[in-house]
């Protein structure tokens, strides 16, 4: 008992001691939120505000004097500048080279078609890549006299507008509430973000731990020692699991930061620190225990089995694919914690955490969802001591 | 005293290291059925060519390798029922032995200490005397990356001895090393012969087995082709220089009791 604990208080010396280690342990899951929050809302931002804010400059198609009471409703609209004599051949390129931001055609028959009650025709010509926005700005005054327009013609044939409503769909009475919402949303992305975490912090100290020892000459030296092989594997065990805890944790810590000081939408971060209720905080790190002593458990094999650190990394990097697919399962909608899929390792831990967020989680999966990983995490540790028991591994340069 | 009996150690190979190694069949026989006694206060050398099983012998004596057939015992503990007091009673370093790069010398030797189950008083003085003996004490505290060779080579030694072995263990101990680093594991060599321990080493040079062994055995394929007293076979091989002898040993058929 005391060789273990002296082995993991060394291990853990040597871990901190390694800038490679600690940068995708700590530094990574450290600034990874800021910097995708800071990034990602503040480009959104200032994107929407452009296409909000820019001086739009439409062109114009119109022969004679058709449509003069959309025209001016067109013109009257504010940040946008109608520019007349526009040849039909040329949208194309004007838009194209930025010259022209959208162009408004009218069809030659635009009056006579409102005069018979017909659908009179305004075309848009836009730039599908750009901001929908944009195109929007010059639609909604055009919607807006279609609106009169219509007002008009009912008017005129005595129709009223319940008439043409024979049906009222009301879509305004949802029940979820909005930490359902977000938890539905951000719940599957948030444990893929911490799975990864984990998984990544288990996996330098694993090759540093194991195929280090063969690297740097030093695995003969740990096995004349008077301790049990058994021993030695937990000690590091312990050292490799704790780390993908820990930079699990640094994740949750980091998003928690993020979320109170960046500036990112009230009706994001409210429902958000909302879900952060430490009950659920403390059921996600529970269930991340487990989990990153499976991932010790399949990582530890590889690293002992590898010969040098080159090695070591080729054979994980594939593991990777392992831990990204079934959390990125529990990304999608309709995918549901159920019997089966508390089974599924990762997949499980992703599900359970995104109904944990929405509040909405079943206690009794939850403890499946505990149990098969405990029981996945049993089966790991006894595969690493049979693998680390293995001569051949150990002793395989 | 370690005493070896009808030892040996045959490996199974996959397909893809038979052909790496260029072997038929799927069993190397690494050490075969070899036998030998090494004295306390006696040095043994166990002289061979590269592959010839040197390695795995040792390994075996230090408990890494588990014999496929034959018995070890290290001061009466056999390796295979009673590990732990083997590897208590034997202190095991080799030419290609490391050191924790990121550790200093001070915390490398307390932990190895601690794991040798050394009581806190035992385990300061016996580190205190060897950092004297080696001239550890000024450069004890720095990381072992920034260490020289010889630094890093005398601190494995202090690395070995800190639990005051009965049994040394030697693996081609000065393979890669410079005359001067190489003069340090001479020394520790010797004083072990002084102070009445096991001393066993391995090495291909038939130089360094002259100038420090009491007894001689020349192991080829896994095989033992001569064990005797390094006097004797200075006599025997009157006429040739050792280098030659060891050559003669190695291509007989038959091996020479």
Not at chain 1, 332 to 335: F, H, T
Not at chain 2, 36 to 48: A, D
């Given at each position: 008992m005391s060789s273990i604990l002296t082995i993991v208080k060394k291990e853990f010396l040597d871990t901190f001691r390694d800038r490679r280690t600690l940068i995708t342990m700590i530094v990574l899951p450290l600034v990874l939120f800021p910097l995708i929050f800071g990034l990602s809302f503040t480009v959104q931002k200032s994107l929407a505000e452009e296409a909000q804010e820019k001086e739009l400059k439409v062109g114009l198609i119109v022969e004679g004097n058709q449509a003069a009471e959309l025209i001016a409703a067109?013109?009257?609209?504010?940040?946008?500048?109608?520019?007349r004599g526009i040849a039909l051949e040329d949208t194309a390129s004007l838009i194209r080279n930025d010259s022209l931001d959208l162009i408004l055609r009218i069809d030659a028959s635009f009056d006579s078609a409102l005069v018979r009650f017909e659908s009179a025709r305004a075309m848009?010509?836009?730039?599908?890549?750009?901001?929908?926005?944009?195109?929007?700005r010059l639609e909604a005054p055009i919607l807006a006299y279609e609106q009169t327009v219509l007002a008009q013609r009912m008017q005129a044939l005595s129709i009223s507008p319940a008439t043409v409503d024979p049906v009222n769909i009301d879509t305004s009475h949802d029940l979820a509430t909005t930490q359902e919402q977000i938890g539905k949303l951000a719940g599957g992305f948030l444990p893929y973000i911490f799975v990864?975490?984990?998984?990544?912090?288990?996996?330098?100290?694993?090759?540093?731990?194991?195929?280090?020892?063969?690297?740097?000459?030093?695995?003969?030296t740990l096995l004349t020692l008077p301790v049990n092989r058994l021993d030695l594997l937990v000690g590091k065990m312990i050292v490799v699991a704790t780390s993908g805890v820990v930079s699990a944790l640094v994740g949750i810590i980091s998003l928690l930061v993020s979320l109170q000081f960046l500036d990112i939408p009230d009706m994001l971060r409210e429902p958000l620190l909302d879900m952060a209720k430490p009950l659920t905080i403390g059921l996600l790190l529970l269930m991340i225990i487990p989990l990153a002593v499976f991932f010790a458990g399949v990582l530890i094999p590889v690293a002992t089995y590898a010969k040098n650190f080159k090695e070591a990394q080729s054979l994980?990097?594939?593991?990777?694919?392992?831990?990204?697919?079934p959390a990125a399962i529990g990304l999608?909608?309709?995918?549901e914690l159920n019997v089966g899929t508390a089974l599924i390792p990762i997949l499980n831990v992703?599900?359970?955490s995104k109904e944990m967020l929405a509040g909405t989680v079943d206690f009794g999966l939850l403890a499946l969802v505990f149990l098969s990983l405990i029981a996945l995490a049993a089966v790991s540790v006894v595969l690493s001591v049979k693998m680390f028991g293995r001569e051949s591994n150990i002793m395989r340069a | 005293m370690i005493d070896v009996q009808h030892l040996s150690k045959s490996f199974d190979l996959n397909k893809k290291q038979q052909a790496e190694l260029g072997i038929k069949s799927s069993r190397v026989h690494a050490?075969?059925?070899?036998?030998?006694?090494?004295?306390?206060?006696?040095?043994?050398?166990?002289?061979?060519p590269n592959g010839a099983g040197k390695t795995t012998t040792l390994r075996m004596i230090a408990t890494i390798l588990r014999p496929s057939s034959g018995t070890v015992k290290v001061d009466g503990h056999d390796v295979v029922t009673h590990p732990r007091e083997v590897r208590a009673a034997i202190g095991f370093l080799t030419g290609s032995t490391g050191l924790y790069q990121r550790l200093t010398a001070n915390e490398i030797i307390e932990y190895f200490g601690k794991l040798y189950q050394l009581d806190k008083a035992t385990l300061a003085r016996r580190k205190d005397e060897l950092f004297s003996l080696l001239d550890i004490h000024e450069f004890a505290?720095?990381?072992?990356?920034?260490?020289?060779?010889g630094m890093k080579q005398k601190v494995s030694i202090a690395r070995t001895m800190i639990h005051d072995p009965q049994v040394v263990v030697f693996d081609e101990p000065t393979s890669g090393l410079d005359v001067i680093t190489a003069e340090n594991i001479i020394k520790l060599i010797r004083d072990c012969k002084t102070r009445e321990k096991t001393v066993i080493f391995s090495s291909h040079i038939m130089s360094e087995v002259d100038l420090l062994c009491d007894d001689l055995g020349i192991i080829h394929k896994g095989k033992l082709c001569y064990e005797g007293t390094m006097d004797s076979f200075r006599q025997q091989f009157r006429e040739f220089t050792l280098t030659e002898a060891f050559i003669r040993v190695v291509n007989q058929p038959a091996p020479i009791a």
């Open positions: 067109v013109e009257a609209t504010p940040k946008l500048s109608l520019i848009i010509y836009y730039l599908g890549t750009e901001d929908d926005a944009v195109r929007k990864l975490f984990s998984f990544i912090g288990c996996m330098y100290p694993a090759i540093d731990l194991f195929t280090g020892e063969k690297e740097r000459g030093t695995m003969e994980i990097t594939p593991l990777n694919v392992g831990v990204i697919v999608m909608p309709g995918i992703a599900l359970a | 050490v075969d059925d070899v036998s030998f006694t090494c004295q306390p206060g006696r040095i043994y050398s166990l002289l061979g505290g720095k990381k072992i990356g920034q260490l020289s060779t």
